[in-house]
């Protein structure tokens, strides 16, 4: 059974990065691709990106371009999505999935991310 | 606010169906067949129920199904279940992922 298991609920002040872990099991990820989504309170969700290791590259939509960085399952099957300048409009949570083809096959729990000074 | 539309909520009795509407544009829902849907409880994980408009992943009861016409695409449950209260979703894939807003099916 695959299950993917996310790093737990963090608390940032502005300014300051976070990094969401997305720990992969039942199944090995390395070539997959990975989707982060996230979903602020009272709004629906929000593609933030998807990193392609197959090609070797990373679709940002470009309100996330220049502060956001995914890196693929590497070693321990760990994925990483970091967010910096972070401001309370980031307050949200964040989802990992896994791409087959062109739609998110497997999630994880979710990660709340609360920013506030 | 939504890149696609879906209704907050919808509710239905025990054996009744249920369909949930998700409006897109052309540009997203309308131009390809690549509409997922998606079960989701507060706190877990999301679950893929449909995939490319009206697939079925393996494990999914087949009262669950999907379909598109035009910029619409629908999510319809028969059969009715009380654990079928929860909350779905669907989502577009046309060179970017556009998502609904969710909505929030009760069991009467």
């Known amino acids: 059974q695959v299950q993917l298991v996310q790093s737990g609920a963090e608390v940032k002040k502005p300014g300051f990065s976070v990094k969401v872990s997305c720990k992969a099991s039942g199944a090995t990820f390395n070539s997959h691709s990975i989707t982060w989504v996230r979903q602020a309170p009272g709004q629906g969700l929000e593609w933030m990106g998807t990193i392609i290791p197959a090609l070797g590259v990373a679709d940002y939509p470009q309100k996330f371009r220049g502060r956001v960085t995914m890196t693929p399952f590497q070693s321990a099957n760990t994925a990483y999505m970091q967010l910096s300048g972070l401001t309370s409009d980031d307050t949200a949570i964040y989802y990992c999935a896994t791409m087959r083809v062109h739609f998110p096959e497997h999630w994880g729990q979710g990660t709340l991310l609360t920013v506030s000074s | ?108």
């Open chain 2, 1 to 108: 606010q939504s890149a696609l539309t879906q209704p907050r909520s919808v509710s239905g009795s025990p054996g009744q169906s249920v369909t949930i509407s998700c409006t897109g544009a052309s540009i997203d829902v309308g131009g390809l067949p690549y509409v997922s849907w998606y079960q989701h409880h507060p706190g877990k994980a999301p679950k893929l129920l449909i995939y490319d408009v009206n697939n079925r992943p393996s494990g999914v009861p087949d009262r669950f199904s999907g379909s598109k016409s035009a910029n619409t695409a629908s999510l319809t449950i028969s059969g009715l279940q009380a654990d079928d209260e929860s909350e779905y979703f669907c989502c577009s894939y046309a060179g970017q992922m556009v998502f609904g807003g969710g909505t929030k099916l009760t069991v009467l």
